[in-house]
């Protein structure tokens, strides 16, 4: 079937067999392979879209579901240079093996937008959905927390 | 970001962060190619049997099937294995494990493989199957492999040091135990995968998530029967391994199918169940204890058998038990000592490395005793670990002179001096009702490189490309762990260039040397130096051109600078471009080997170890954490969590505390929740929504210091930080509880499950 939708902020259009996976389509027939699969099975996270600004896990969401909605993956988090959860991951060394980190950022980027201000408690409820196996989670949290006091000043 | 120069010892960040962030890293996962070929694996489904019929021919008849492929169709020895082939690609005869592969398809796309897969009716006549370690030493066990001469024992071997029987007579006090420690899984997230296809040259290219790739060649090599000429292996960053992805997973299948894909790339990629069934394991591990001590707390004497199922294969399962027996004392003064180990088959999922490589097994064990032993003298537990503290100069349990860095004493003293400890029993005070608090400790070391037996050897190679940039080629992959920024910072601090002109060639087995696994906690120590004496060179001969170029007699006055060399005396420059240009294309590259130190002591013990044991190098930690335990229904909150660990001098801050984070959360997992469960070799929990691995919420605030050393063998005075942290954890949870509630476990995990039953007991003996 033809799907349409906004992709990354841009117009797509795909001819898709309705019963593939989004997380196939962003990977295989778009390139977009920024989104990471884990588990296959919603556990790990790892494969975390916006869509309509919320998170949600590809594995789990098949092609039709994306008609007509806006997706954000990790290469379109940010139109110019650095999302600030991307420039603090960096700087405050969330980052190892890096195969969690696309889905995280997109968990932590959902959890910003409904609570700007989270304490550490709610920052690890926040991502108690995307599972790391590499950094014990803390320079997460801290590049987590350092965004919203970052874009607290900046207000 | 500006232009900085990477040096050793800041808090650089990772150079792979930023691709890492945008998701334009390309892991071995992320490669397809047009006109991609799907491959997967029929799996035996049975523990152990003798394979009656592969039938192919439905599978073959499904439209979009391009091949399928069996036991028959491998050429070459059809064996891979790190130390013993004596794992099959395909199984042609027997089956030894549910994960064995048994056919091999190649389908159009993923539903037609997953079709054909089924399609495959594979016939297989059941054996008894040996699924403990007793089944397997028993005198009429089946065997699992019929052809190993010691038939179900892969390796039995024994570490001796001074006469433990008679000393243990001599002890005021002998304190006996037995614990069980279970399987572990990796789960990295990425899991295992890769791409291959034939080239017109006959060659096969493949690109894979490997710990490995050189070993790899070898193993494709030997198990294919492919010249070596005609295999090059690209290994890309991991999405996580910690050892394993070190060892043969997809890497023959997937050659062995692109030369039944007409030039077409062929792509593997196991699911998550998939990577359970089939992928290696931590050893379960079965440890019996007896250690005799003086009455004021001096330990005397120990004696231990330690039993290792590997499972199916060996993979490394006879170097594992090595490791877990040359750890066996702790990082203690034992000067008696007799350590047994015994490490078999089984048809069991297969065991091999990782992180904490046998140690974080026997970890658990030695602190257990002394946590006995202290509640027996009624001494307080951390005076009691730092009276029996290795000190430089020592020898350990193996009888091994340390001559090097020993920091355990003071890593000990730091968490003594630390407010975690000296206000314990204030914090302890605040638990709420049916609730009790406990503070533990557990002293823990790792050691690092290959040990005796297998050269510990990196090449590395460095050049001044024609754009004037510097360019380091890695041959020993990063995984997650880091290595490849500390090659940055040594090229940096060497060749004083900025960030944005040190690129990174990742490991490619016709670009890159060989330099040994990702594994052991060895690859910035090995590479790094085998890297900085190739800086040092290729820093001499750019100085040494400049000097012709520049009209310079004597290379005092030159100084390499970024983008430029300058002489210092006439303020002459010139630039790196000009340089390159200058230079022929063999004069800008520069190619150093090194090799890890080893053991001189002439040890008349362990001699049945052909390879990896002893080791003279090791990493120390010490860890304290306060946990609560909720006696309504037994369950561990781990609410703080202190590190101290002495790995040499610290080469990047950052890096490291990355590495004792990581460690500490996969090691709580192990501590709290984490057991492959077997029933008959079949794994139950095969997923992450029934094998638990710690979320965010699961692992505490953690403060990690490094306790300064300087390991004069090292690259800048470091030791490896990789694996140390995992062996913490555990004991000092085991300790903690015993400070809460004054139970005792033998058997890990701790779970809510097996704390809950301990304190019914309580209970019920008034």
Same mark, same amino acid.
């Given at each position: 079937m033809i799907i349409n939708f906004l992709l990354n902020g841009k117009k797509a259009t795909i001819n898709a067999?309705?019963? $593939? $996976?989004a997380v196939d389509i962003l990977r295989e027939?778009?390139?977009? =392979?920024? =989104?990471?699969?884990?588990?296959?099975?919603?556990?790990?996270?790892?494969?975390t879209i916006l869509v309509d600004g919320e998170s949600r896990l590809s594995c789990l969401?098949?092609?039709?579901?994306?008609?007509d909605r806006e997706i954000t993956t990790i290469e379109g988090?940010?139109?110019?240079?650095?999302?600030p959860l991307q420039d603090a991951f960096i700087s405050h060394g969330a980052?190892?093996?890096?195969?969690c980190t696309p889905g995280m950022i997109l968990s932590a980027a959902t959890l910003l937008k409904h609570n700007?201000?989270?304490t550490r408690a709610d920052i690890r409820t926040g991502l108690s959905g995307n599972l790391c196996?590499? =950094?014990?989670?803390q320079k997460i949290v801290d590049a987590v927390e350092a965004t919203s006091r970052r874009e607290e000043q900046a207000k | 970001m500006n232009p900085y120069i990477p040096e050793i010892g800041k808090p650089v960040s990772r150079v792979d962060a930023a691709a890492k962030v945008t998701g334009t890293e390309k892991y071995a996962v992320d490669y397809y190619g047009n006109n991609l070929v799907w491959s997967g694996v029929r799996r035996?489904?049975?523990?152990h049997g003798r394979i009656r019929l592969v039938d192919t021919a439905a599978a073959l008849q499904l439209?979009?099937? @391009?091949a399928v492929l069996t036991g028959?169709?491998?050429?070459?020895?059809n064996r891979q294995g790190i130390?013993?082939?004596?794992?099959?690609v395909l199984a042609l005869e027997? @089956?030894? &494990?549910?994960?064995?592969?048994?056919a091999l398809v190649l389908a159009e796309d993923r539903a037609t493989l997953q079709k054909a897969l089924s399609l495959i009716h594979v016939e297989i006549e059941p054996l008894p199957g040996i699924f403990t370690v007793d089944d397997a030493l028993s005198p009429d066990a089946p065997l699992?492999?019929?052809? !190993?001469?010691q038939g179900n024992v892969l390796l039995k071997a024994t570490i001796q040091k001074g006469d433990a029987p008679s000393a243990m007579k001599g002890c005021d006090i002998v304190l006996e135990e037995t614990f069980h420690v279970p399987v572990q899984s &990796?789960?990295?997230?990425?899991?295992e995968n890769g791409v291959a296809w034939q080239q017109e040259d006959g060659k096969v290219v493949l690109v894979v998530s490997t710990q490995a790739p050189f070993r790899d060649k070898w193993e494709i090599n030997h198990a294919?029967?492919?010249? +070596?000429?005609?295999l090059q292996i690209i290994g890309p960053y991991?999405?996580?391994?910690?050892?394993?992805?070190?060892?043969? #997973?997809v890497q023959c299948l997937l050659v062995l199918a692109a030369l039944h894909a007409g030039g077409r790339r062929v792509k593997m990629w196991w699911d998550r169940e998939e990577s359970f069934i089939a992928g290696y394991k931590r050893h379960a591990v079965r440890m019996h204890y007896r250690l005799g001590a003086r009455q004021d707390g001096t330990l005397q004497a120990l004696s231990c058998r330690l039993y290792y199922? #590997?499972?199916?294969?060996?993979?490394?399962g006879g170097e594992v038990m090595a490791l877990g027996m040359e750890h066996a004392g702790g990082p203690y003064r034992i000067p008696h000592t007799l350590i047994e180990g015994w490490c078999v088959y089984t048809n069991n999922p297969i065991a091999g490395a990782m992180?904490?490589?046998?140690?974080a097994q026997v970890s658990f064990a030695f602190e257990q005793m002394m946590n006995k032993l202290s509640a027996k003298l009624g001494m307080d537990a951390l005076e009691l670990r730092l009276k029996n503290a290795l000190r430089r100069g020592d020898q350990n349990t193996s009888g091994v002179t340390l001559p090097q860095s020993t920091g355990i004493e003071d890593c000990l003293s730091r968490v003594q001096q630390h407010p975690l400890w000296r206000d314990r029993k204030a914090w302890k005070q605040g638990?709420?009702?049916?609730h009790k608090r406990g503070v533990g400790v557990a002293a823990v070391f790792n050691s690092m490189g290959?040990?005796?037996?297998l050269p510990d050897s990196a090449l590395a190679k460095v050049e001044l490309t024609q754009a004037g940039c510097i360019r380091i080629y890695s041959g020993?992959?990063?995984?997650?762990?880091?290595n490849t920024t500390a090659f940055v910072q040594i090229a940096g601090q060497i060749l004083c260039q900025e960030h944005t002109a040190i690129e990174l060639v990742q490991p490619d087995t016709e670009r890159t040397l060989p330099s040994g696994?990702?594994?052991?906690?060895r690859t910035t120590y090995t590479y790094g130096n085998a890297l900085i004496k190739a800086c040092e060179e290729l820093r001499h001969r750019l100085t040494g051109r400049a000097a012709l170029m520049l009209l310079a007699?004597?290379?005092?006055d030159l100084e390499l600078l970024p983008g430029r060399v300058k002489?210092?005396?006439?303020?002459r420059e010139i630039p790196l471009t000009a340089l390159a240009a200058m230079m022929p294309p063999e004069d800008r590259v520069c190619i150093s080997q090194f090799l890890m130190p080893v053991v001189r002591d002439k040890l008349? #013990?362990?001699?049945?170890?052909?390879?990896?044991?002893? !080791?003279?190098l090791f990493s120390y930690a010490a860890h304290l954490v306060c946990i609560e335990v909720d006696?309504?229904?037994g369950a561990i909150d781990v609410q703080a969590y202190l590190a101290t660990t002495e790995a040499?001098?610290? +080469?990047n801050p950052q890096a490291f505390e990355q590495q004792v984070q990581g460690a500490i959360a996969q090691g709580i997992g192990y501590a709290l929740s984490e057991e492959v469960l077997l029933k008959e070799g079949h794994i @139950?929990?095969?997923n992450f929504a029934t094998y638990i691995i710690p979320g965010a919420l699961d692992v505490p605030e953690m403060i990690s210091l490094s306790v300064a050393a300087y390991e004069?063998?090292?690259?800048?005075g470091m030791k490896g930080?990789?694996?140390?942290?995992?062996?913490?954890p555990l004991p000092a949870t085991a300790c903690a509880l015993i400070d809460a509630c004054g139970i005792h476990m033998?058997?890990?995990? +701790?779970t809510a499950q097996r704390i809950l039953a301990e304190l019914q007991k309580q209970q019920e003996t008034p």
């Open positions: 067999e309705p019963n $593939r $996976r027939d778009l390139g977009l =392979t920024g =989104t990471k699969e884990g588990c296959g099975a919603g556990e790990c996270g790892a494969c969401m098949l092609a039709a579901q994306l008609a988090i940010s139109d110019d240079g650095l999302h980052i190892q093996c890096g195969f700007p201000h989270p196996r590499c =950094t014990g989670y | 035996a489904g049975i523990a439209p979009g099937v @391009v028959k169709d491998v050429p070459g020895t130390v013993h082939k004596d794992q099959p027997k @089956v030894r &494990h549910c994960g064995d592969a048994v699992v492999h019929e052809e !190993h001469p &990796h789960t990295f997230i990425e899991t294919l029967g492919l010249p +070596l000429d005609k991991l999405g996580g391994a910690f050892g394993g992805k070190d060892g043969a #997973t199922d #590997t499972g199916a294969y060996a993979h490394l992180r904490g490589f046998g140690v638990a709420g009702k049916f290959y040990g005796r037996g020993v992959s990063d995984m997650g762990q880091g696994s990702a594994a052991a906690s007699d004597t290379l005092d002489n210092l005396a006439s303020g008349d #013990t362990g001699k049945e170890f052909v390879i990896g044991f002893p !080791h003279l006696e309504l229904t040499g001098s610290v +080469l @139950v929990n095969n004069p063998t090292g690259p800048y930080v990789g694996e140390v942290g995992m062996n913490g033998t058997r890990s995990p +701790l």
